[in-house]
């Protein structure tokens, strides 16, 4: 499964947390050392297409002279908005299907640097999410990176800097998007609101605010509940890895499974390390009641880290590859009640 992006780019937008890459980005295009080549990393759910829209159009912007910004009233600012500036393309997966390919980036990125300006000012290509390039793809980027046309900017965003290839990034300025303090996020999280956010949110989201956003409320809630009933019944015998698995894979539940995955990761994570702490009566998501009657007296660390490899390794293919995910999460669970089912009674 492709990472989620919606049909139409992003909108222009700052967030708190971007203080510190647009004071990098406002130095530099007032020093006139503005590079040619981002490398806009980040989390998903801290804001990072968001910020890359914004760079995007403060570069464009007709009121961008002695500081970069982004009026929202220029004549450039206006086309931005209406998703028709001629001078800015976003290059992203194509429609069902889970790569950008390299007639993308040839006809879409390299073509588009190497053209005249439309409005005799700046280009702009944003490549989103970067990381998911084919290698064709990327090595096509490599002489626009190492010969770059006059007044071009090429924003790479990603989650995944390391899936690049070494050589396309070392020829970016790197532009790193970082998660507030937690405690910052959930002030955030109740003035967007206006309730009091659950810390167990923070923990599952990764701090990141956006994501944590999008989960307030009933969604976090109703599958913590769900995940804790699922792996109760899972342990006790109520239900079976093969039902599990079914119910998690139907289409209809698809966009929810990297979800399940991750709040797996973060209660398996969880179990480890109460485990090493020796308070193994306390397994359970961050801050909740028991859900599981009782688990292994002695646990094998290894096999949980091992579990959690095999989840982290699952969520990179739901990404890459097609694989049939029902049979990979039957093989996932029953790895999962390997680790944490209690031994049984003679």
Same mark, same amino acid.
């Given at each position: 499964? =492709? #990472?989620?992006? $919606? ?21 530099? &295009?007032?020093? *006139? ?42 004549? $450039? ?12 393309? &976003?290059?992203?997966? #194509? ?12 006809? *879409?990125?390299?073509? +588009? ?9 700046? +280009?702009?290509?944003?490549?989103? @999410? ?12 490599? +002489? ?14 990603? $989650? ?5 290839? @070494?050589?396309? %990034? ?24 206006? !309730?009091?956010? *659950? ?11 956006? %994501? =944590?956003?999008?989960?307030?409320? #009933? %969604?976090?809630?109703?599958?913590? !509940? ?12 109520? =239900? ?33 390390? %109460? ?66 089912? @209690?031994?049984?009674?003679?």
């Amino acid at each position: 499964m =492709a #990472e989620e992006t $919606s049909a139409l780019p992003p909108a222009p937008r700052l967030y708190p947390w971007h203080a510190a890459a647009i004071e990098q980005m406002k130095s530099a &295009w007032e020093a *006139d050392r503005l590079p040619h080549a981002i490398l806009l990393q980040g989390a998903d759910g801290l804001g990072t297409r968001q910020l890359a829209a914004w760079l995007a159009a403060a570069v464009l912007c007709e009121s961008s002279t002695v500081t970069l910004q982004h009026c929202g009233k220029c004549a $450039s600012c206006q086309l931005i908005a209406a998703g028709s500036h001629p001078d800015l393309h &976003w290059v992203r997966p #194509e429609e069902g299907k889970q790569l950008i390919s390299v007639d993308q980036i040839r006809d *879409d990125a390299v073509a +588009k640097l190497t053209q005249t300006s439309y409005l005799q000012g700046y +280009k702009v290509v944003i490549v989103d @999410p970067a990381h998911q390039m084919t290698p064709q793809a990327a090595n096509s980027l490599l +002489k626009t990176l190492e010969e770059p046309t006059p007044r071009s900017v090429l924003i790479l965003v990603t $989650s995944k800097p390391s899936s690049l290839l @070494p050589t396309v %990034r070392s020829r970016c300025q790197k532009l790193s998007v970082s998660s507030p303090p937690a405690q910052e996020t959930l002030q955030w999280l109740q003035q967007e609101t206006g !309730s009091v956010a *659950d810390r167990a949110l923070i923990e599952f989201t990764g701090n990141a605010p956006l %994501r =944590a956003l999008e989960f307030a409320g #009933e %969604r976090f809630s109703t599958l913590d !509940s769900d995940m804790q009933g699922a792996l109760n019944a899972l342990v006790s015998g109520r =239900a079976d890895v093969t039902h599990v698995a079914a119910e998690w894979t139907k289409k209809n539940e698809l966009p929810e499974l990297p979800n399940r995955l991750t709040w797996l990761d973060l209660w398996l994570t969880s179990v480890a390390r %109460r485990g090493i702490g020796g308070t193994a009566d306390l397994f359970t998501f961050p801050a909740r009641s028991t859900h599981l009657p009782s688990l292994p007296a002695t646990l094998n660390i290894s096999a949980i880290y091992g579990v959690v490899d095999q989840i982290r390794a699952l969520k990179a293919q739901l990404v890459r590859t097609a694989l049939q995910r029902e049979l990979a999460i039957e093989s996932l669970l029953f790895a999962v009640l390997r680790v944490i089912a @209690p031994a049984p009674r003679h």
